[in-house]
């Protein structure tokens, strides 16, 4: 029976084709496999998230980073739940880690009003809060970031950059941190803060 060359060498190159296919597949990074930033059902500029807190936890600032004179303005991306919650915090892998750690701490804690999943999924949605560290005569401060008016307009708090945000999301270190969280917060008025709200178990 002839040999069929051509036919042996077709079949060599198929095999070699699937083999790299398989190869790629393999050596995908697992977090593009389990990236999850597609599933959020709102995406959420920091004053409407400022706007909607119903309890507002301020970091504690860090003794260490006191006396090392650690200082400047952290940026968080934060996972909400359709019942307010705080699932997760991701921080810019560049930033201080007792920064981070103090600011992801006290993000966990927010709870804001109910932006509920209208498809009914339950699915999260995506937000970001910015805290600005400060050294005065030696004293350590924490507060909120305010954008002066001559700040750009992709800086402001009311901007939301849909695919930066979400490829920050993506590449941003998530911070896990276990809180004991207050009781949940229950709204008892429209203008809801802090402080006017009943605490439910």
Not at 148 to 172: M, Q
Not at 173 to 187: F, G, L, T
Request: glycine share 6%; proline share 7%; hydrophobic share 35%.
């Amino acid at each position: 029976m002839p040999h069929n060359s051509e036919g042996t060498s077709f079949n060599g190159r198929l095999m070699v084709g699937v083999a790299s296919l398989l190869l790629v597949a393999a050596s995908t990074p697992l977090c593009m496999a389990q990236d999850d930033s597609r599933a959020f059902y709102g995406r959420l500029p920091e004053s409407y998230a400022r706007e909607s807190a119903i309890r507002i936890v301020m970091p504690s600032y860090p003794e260490e980073a006191v006396r090392g004179r650690i200082s400047g303005i952290l940026l968080l991306k934060i996972e909400i739940s359709s019942e307010g919650e705080v699932l997760r915090v991701k921080v810019n892998p560049h930033a201080h880690p007792l920064l981070k750690k103090a600011a992801a701490t006290a993000a966990m804690k927010w709870q804001f009003k109910p932006y509920p999943d209208r498809e009914g999924l339950g699915r999260s949605s995506l937000s970001r809060l910015t805290f600005m560290f400060a050294i005065r005569n030696g004293e350590g401060s924490v507060d909120l970031y305010n954008p002066d008016p001559a700040t750009p307009d992709a800086k402001r708090l009311g901007y939301y950059n849909s695919p930066k945000e979400l490829r920050e999301w993506r590449n941003w270190d998530e911070v896990s941190i276990e809180v004991s969280k207050p009781p949940h917060c229950r709204i008892s008025e429209t203008t809801a803060r802090t402080t006017h709200c009943s605490l439910t178990r």
